[in-house]
């Protein structure tokens, strides 16, 4: 089994064990509503029915969770039906979501993903959730993935701004693409206390240094 799966069923097995985290958490309902939460997680771990999972994305009432399964392994399994709540998943408060929707994200190959996770990224809203986005582009490798990770780390280096993390993953991304079009904005975090290390290797692996 992927670890990335392991992991997430590992986690998602206790939510469904627990119910809904909140209350402003969708109320779980399953195909047959006597049946327990944890039968319903057995049950999407288990299918290969991809149209059972597809529907549990557009079902109301479906918890959190549910949805979170049901994505992934769509999104795995490159059935482009899981993108939207993948993307969602992407942005998520919580990091751990957010690590699993790029995983999935990454093998779903859909061609709307590098521009959903520049967008996600260059959002100034949303700037504390960026660094998945960040980290999906770097492995994307797609043509957004630059100006993108530029546009936001120029941002991120106005003096007092506290997402350094976002701004940090923003350098590390620059220095593995590789673009020398990273050089101005690389050298301009060179005398950030918390940038400089890896904004000076960065600046090391693009061509001519």
Do not use: K
Not at 47 to 58: F, I, N, P, Q
Not at 139 to 168: F, I, K, S
């Amino acid at each position: 089994m992927d670890e990335e799966l392991r992991s997430l069923l590992d986690r998602l097995r206790d939510e469904a064990a627990a119910g809904p985290p909140d209350p402003a958490a969708d109320h779980p309902t399953a195909p047959d509503p006597a049946a327990p939460d944890l039968a319903v997680y057995d049950l999407l771990v288990a299918t290969d029915d991809h149209e059972a999972l597809a529907r549990v994305l557009v079902e109301p009432g479906r918890p959190l969770w549910a949805r979170e399964i049901a994505a992934f392994r769509l999104g795995c399994a490159g059935d482009r039906r899981a993108f939207e709540a993948l993307v969602l998943l992407l942005n998520h408060r919580d990091p751990e979501r957010c690590v699993s929707a790029a995983h999935a994200l990454a093998r779903l190959n859909d061609p709307r993903t590098p521009r959903a996770a520049a967008a996600l990224a260059t959002n100034t809203l949303r700037t504390a959730y960026a660094v998945h986005p960040v980290r999906l582009l770097t492995t994307l490798r797609a043509p957004e993935a630059v100006p993108a990770l530029v546009a936001t780390l120029q941002r991120l280096l106005a003096p007092g701004d506290p997402h350094w993390h976002v701004a940090l993953a923003c350098v590390e991304g620059l220095g593995h693409l590789g673009d020398p079009r990273a050089r101005p904005v690389l050298t301009a975090a060179l005398p950030h206390p918390r940038l400089g290390r890896a904004a000076e290797e960065a600046l090391g692996r693009l061509p001519g240094e």
